[in-house]
């Protein structure tokens, strides 16, 4: 889940990354359907492609002519409709058909669409082939440096927006993807902030292609200057960034034109966001502030922006990789300590699990982890359903009645969108767990590989039916609280003193209901005590860090170096005789 950006909702549940201003009390039109639904035909010209292509056939259909349908598509009450076919070998002046039987949201069907004059347009999100080395041949799209946007992939197809008029019966509308998206503009290291990319050899074993690992690093004040120096190492755990977001070494731009956070409830945001981020760079060069490195990881990969950072029988050993290749490599070319001691994790919501998983997975490789609002920790709350004991993800049921189970709640409690609701979600995006979105990541993470190549289904998407087995695989594997209980007696000593965890009462993904079960067994501990802490903001929603003094729209700005008092601190109670406690305090 995304600790940044506006309502998070749904990466960067993409909660978790999708940004939206929030609407309440949207209505919501209720239709009955009569007779065929509209259906549409899609095609590319030859100029497009010389060769058949394979993807994800999108049908955006809006009532809202402020920007293009693809870019108004999220898992918020404001989102126009989406509809979605998988096509194999579509070949240029071949047309694929979108009908009533395509995957819907949120109206599950063409069927349900009312008649009307709708702007509608099609984006074909590309599928490469993968030979692992696990011997599965399997399609998924690739992140092209975007951080798995379909909508703004580089290379994806897409027709200009066309007004058409939808009625039931009437004939099939065409579209013809003419357009692509272009590439990327290459970012350009500057004096502070520069980037990192290699290859890994675990990764391109595993995924049968090349497969590369980048960072972005926020180098210290007078890190030129001073080439004897080594620095302690900030691990920032974080969705796909391509940029240090929080830092801005240039005054705030008197001309910008000032915003609204919905999620925040304040005028004014982005302007608020670059007068933190250039005291961030104030203090940053400031004479006495101490010298480190900020670490933001780029782990994009074919399911999601983001590996989670821990080994994984469906994205390959991700974790491996992370802290044998590019770590290493990082600590060479930026002069990190690279020791244990000298190296710390932090992080919201996805970054938050993150930081927990890394420091329990790898626990002599980091000296603490700073976990902000993290993923579900424990598997009986996973959000607010128990995998283990209920039978439905999507509805609590009674012997006469059930209820649809909601998956994220405003500041003041009301639902803004159902489990049910985010499945149908991320069914119209991608079938085979290829949405690139929340559930479909964790599902790829923590589940075993099926026949077909694809991850286990932790439950159906179309009955919210869950699969035991699988929540037991998911159990042993990657329920950091079950784990932690498991193999305290190896963990605990390794692990003393270096967790802190922080989250809001009134998360917005319900994520403090596994903190809470976390919080039990981390207090029950007694050999050794764990010797961390577990804190909670009161009415605080996604995602809380740890700051009772400010309220999220400040402290979530504030990761780089709010938690740096303790690091300091535990750097000096706990560095090995010799450390280098002095090079990088100039």
């Given at each position: 889940m995304a600790a940044t950006g506006e309502v998070i909702i749904f990466n960067a549940m993409r909660p978790f990354r999708f940004l939206f201003p929030v609407l309440m009390g949207a209505a919501l039109t209720v239709l009955a359907s009569s007779g065929s639904a509209q259906s549409f035909t899609v095609s590319f010209p030859k100029e497009r492609s010389a060769k058949p292509l394979d993807g994800r056939l999108l049908l955006l259909l809006s009532t809202d002519d402020s920007a293009e349908p693809r870019m108004q598509i999220s898992p918020s009450p404001k989102t126009q409709m989406i509809f979605g076919v998988t096509v194999d070998g579509l070949a240029s002046g071949a047309s694929a058909t979108v009908d009533a039987s395509a995957a819907g949201y949120p109206r599950v069907s063409l069927k349900d669409v009312p008649p009307g004059e709708y702007t509608a347009q099609a984006v074909l999100n590309l599928y490469e082939t993968f030979h692992r080395s696990d011997g599965s041949t399997i399609k998924l799209h690739m992140d092209q440096g975007e951080g798995q946007h379909w909508n703004e992939t580089p290379g994806n197809l897409y027709s200009k927006p066309q007004k058409v008029s939808v009625k039931a019966g009437a004939g099939p509308i065409a579209l013809s993807l003419t357009e692509v998206i272009p590439p990327l503009p290459e970012k350009k290291d500057t004096k502070y902030v520069r980037r990192i990319r290699v290859q890994s050899a675990l990764l391109t074993k595993f995924w049968g292609r090349p497969m590369y690992l980048s960072a972005v690093v926020l180098v210290p004040e007078g890190f030129d200057e001073h080439p004897e120096a080594h620095y302690p190492e900030m691990v920032f755990e974080d969705h796909f960034a391509d940029g240090i977001d929080d830092f801005r070494d240039t005054p705030p731009d008197p001309n910008l034109k000032p915003d609204y956070s919905d999620r925040f409830h304040l005028a004014g945001y982005n302007r608020i966001q670059q007068q933190e981020g250039y005291k961030f760079y104030q203090q940053w060069v400031s004479a006495k502030f101490p010298r480190y490195l900020v670490i933001k990881i780029q782990h994009a990969n074919p399911y999601y922006d983001d590996s989670y950072a821990v080994n994984s029988a469906n994205l390959g050993p991700y974790g491996d990789a992370i802290e044998t290749e590019l770590m290493p490599a990082i600590e060479k070319q930026f002069r990190g300590i690279g020791q244990g001691w000298a190296r710390f994790l932090y992080g919201g919501s996805t970054g938050g699990w993150e930081s927990l998983a890394v420091q329990v997975f790898y626990p002599t490789h980091y000296n603490g982890a700073f976990v902000a609002c993290p993923d579900p920790v424990d598997f009986h709350q996973y959000t607010n359903i128990d995998l283990y004991e209920d039978k439905n993800a999507f509805y609590i049921s009674g012997p006469n009645k059930r209820v649809e189970q909601p998956a994220m709640r405003d500041y003041l409690g009301h639902t803004l969108i159902t489990t049910k609701q985010i499945s149908e979600y991320e069914?119209?995006?991608?079938?085979?767990?290829?949405?690139?979105?929340?559930?479909?990541?964790?599902?790829?993470?923590?589940?075993?590989?099926?026949?077909?190549?694809?991850?286990?289904?932790?439950?159906?998407?179309?009955?919210?039916?869950?699969?035991?087995?699988?929540?037991?695989?998911?159990?042993?594997?990657?329920?950091?609280?079950?784990?932690?209980?498991?193999?305290?007696?190896?963990?605990?000593?390794?692990?003393?003193?270096?967790?802190?965890?922080?989250?809001?009462?009134?998360?917005?993904?319900?994520?403090?209901?596994?903190?809470?079960?976390?919080?039990?067994?981390?207090?029950?501990?007694?050999?050794?005590?764990?010797?961390?802490?577990?804190?909670?903001?009161?009415?605080?929603?996604?995602?809380?860090?740890?700051?009772?003094?400010?309220?999220?729209?400040?402290?979530?700005?504030?990761?780089?170096?709010?938690?740096?008092?303790?690091i300091l601190d535990r750097i000096e109670k706990t560095a090995p005789a010799g450390a280098d406690l002095t090079s990088w305090r100039y």
């Open positions: 069914l119209a995006l991608g079938d085979h767990g290829r949405s690139g979105e929340q559930l479909d990541i964790w599902q790829a993470v923590y589940s075993p590989e099926g026949p077909d190549g694809y991850p286990v289904q932790i439950f159906d998407k179309a009955t919210g039916e869950i699969d035991h087995k699988v929540a037991a695989y998911w159990r042993d594997h990657y329920d950091l609280d079950a784990i932690l209980q498991r193999d305290w007696a190896t963990l605990g000593p390794q692990l003393q003193g270096k967790l802190h965890v922080y989250v809001g009462s009134d998360d917005t993904y319900f994520l403090n209901n596994a903190v809470y079960l976390l919080e039990d067994f981390l207090k029950s501990t007694t050999n050794p005590p764990y010797e961390g802490e577990v804190a909670y903001g009161p009415r605080a929603e996604h995602c809380w860090n740890g700051d009772p003094t400010l309220p999220n729209a400040y402290s979530r700005l504030h990761y780089n170096t709010m938690y740096l008092p303790k």
